[in-house]
C-alpha cells in the first residue's frame, strides 16, 4: 500500500482541518491507485500508520467519504468503494437548500440549454407506448390543477412528464437532474396562472413528439418553462 503524505502535517493540530486533510488523503489513494466500485480500502490499522493520523481522525474521514457516497461499509469484511449514483450525488447538492426566485431563473436557464440538447435524440427512441404513457401523465397533471392540488404536488407530475421523455436515453444524470429541478420547483410558494394554457402546453408537446416535429417540439419546451416558472 503506497499513500502520499501529508502535505501540511502542522494543520493536524485542528481537528476540523485533520478530517479534511485525511479525507483529501483518501480521496488521492482511490484515484492513484485506480479503485473501481467493489475494491477494498486498507484498514483503518494501515491508513492511520501510513497517514501518521490517529484512528479516530481515520473513522471521521471515512464517514464523510461515506455521507458522500464514495465508500460503503459491509459489516465484518471492511470499507469498499461504492458504485457512483447520481442521484446521491443531487441529494446531497439540494439538501437544506433555500431557493429564491431569481436563484431559480438561473435553474431553469440551464434546465432549457439541456433539453434543447437532448430533445432530438429522445424523439428518436420514442415509441407509441411512450407517448400513450406521457397522455396519462398529462390527465393526471389535468385532475391535480382543476382539483387545486398544491403546486409541489403538480411539479412532482410534471417531473415524470419530462422523465419519461428522456429515460430512453438512459442518461442517469439527466435523469438526477430533472429530479432535482423539480425539488428547486417545489420550494416555489406560487401557483399556476394559466391552468388552461399548462395543460394544452403538454398535449401540443405530446403531439409534436407523434409528428417527430423536433422543431416544433423545442419551441413548445421553452414557452411552456415560461408559464411554470
Do not use: W
Request: hydrophobic letters at 40%; proline letters at 1%.
Amino acid at each position: 500500500m503506497e499513500l502520499h503524505k501529508v502535505i501540511c502535517p502542522e494543520q493536524l493540530e485542528r481537528r476540523d482541518l485533520k478530517t479534511d486533510v485525511v479525507v483529501m488523503q483518501l480521496k488521492k489513494y482511490i484515484i492513484d491507485n485506480n479503485l473501481t466500485a467493489g475494491e477494498k480500502l486498507p484498514t483503518e490499522a494501515e491508513l492511520s500508520s501510513a497517514l501518521h493520523v490517529s484512528r479516530s481522525a481515520i473513522r471521521e474521514a471515512m464517514k464523510a467519504l461515506e455521507s458522500l457516497g464514495l465508500i460503503m461499509t459491509v459489516q465484518g469484511k471492511g470499507r469498499f468503494i461504492k458504485e457512483f449514483d447520481y442521484r446521491k450525488l443531487i441529494d446531497a447538492m439540494t439538501y437544506n437548500v433555500q431557493v429564491g426566485y431569481k436563484d431559480f431563473q438561473e435553474v431553469l436557464q440551464v434546465r432549457k440549454a439541456l433539453e434543447y440538447f437532448f430533445i432530438p435524440e429522445a424523439m428518436k427512441n420514442m415509441t407509441k407506448s411512450d407517448c400513450c404513457e406521457l397522455d396519462q401523465v398529462v390527465d393526471q397533471m389535468e385532475i391535480d390543477v382543476n382539483e387545486g392540488k398544491s403546486y409541489s404536488s403538480i411539479a412532482e407530475t410534471h417531473a415524470k412528464f419530462h422523465q419519461i421523455l428522456y429515460r430512453n436515453l438512459g442518461n442517469k444524470l439527466l435523469d438526477a437532474l430533472i429530479s432535482m429541478f423539480a425539488f428547486f420547483q417545489k420550494m416555489l410558494d406560487k401557483t399556476i396562472d394559466n391552468k388552461e394554457l399548462f395543460i394544452q402546453e403538454h398535449r401540443s408537446m405530446i403531439e409534436s413528439l407523434r409528428l417527430g416535429d423536433v422543431d416544433g417540439m423545442r419551441e413548445k419546451i421553452f414557452r411552456h418553462f415560461h408559464d411554470f416558472a
